[in-house]
């Protein structure tokens, strides 16, 4: 399995961003459960938001009302729409994958540079 994060850039305050990760040799996508993670210099990772296998979505408290996670299966790709960017939001964006339920992701992205300034 092998996910390609794009979209990532830089943005000002206020403005939207929609990253894009598609992946290749998952053959059941209605199986997986997907996220997006980010990591800023000297913070630790955090988990943005969370698409499950029955299309539940979930939210970093950070993004609610912001951020929007949604997959299309027929193009096997992730997408998270970031609207309102703030400052706070720069970071590397990953997207990750598994089967579900979700213990520990095991298929990454290699990243996507996200810039507010």
């Known amino acids: 399995v092998q996910l390609v994060e794009s979209g990532g850039g830089s943005v000002q305050p206020g403005g939207s961003l929609r990253l894009s990760c598609t992946s290749t040799?998952?053959?059941?996508?209605?199986?997986?459960?997907m996220a997006w993670f980010r990591q800023a210099p000297g913070k630790e990772r955090e988990k943005v938001a969370t698409?499950?296998?029955?299309?539940?979505?979930s939210y970093a408290d950070s993004v609610k009302g912001r951020f929007t996670i949604s997959k299309d299966n027929a193009k096997n790709t992730l997408y998270l729409q970031m609207n309102s960017l703030e400052p706070e939001d720069t970071a590397m964006y990953y997207c990750?994958?598994?089967?579900?339920?979700?213990?520990?992701?095991?298929?990454w992205g290699q990243g996507t540079q996200v810039t507010v300034s």
């Open positions: 698409i499950r296998n029955d299309g539940s979505t």
């Open positions: 040799g998952i053959t059941r996508s209605s199986a997986y459960c």
């Open positions: 990750a994958a598994d089967l579900c339920p979700v213990y520990e992701y095991i298929y």
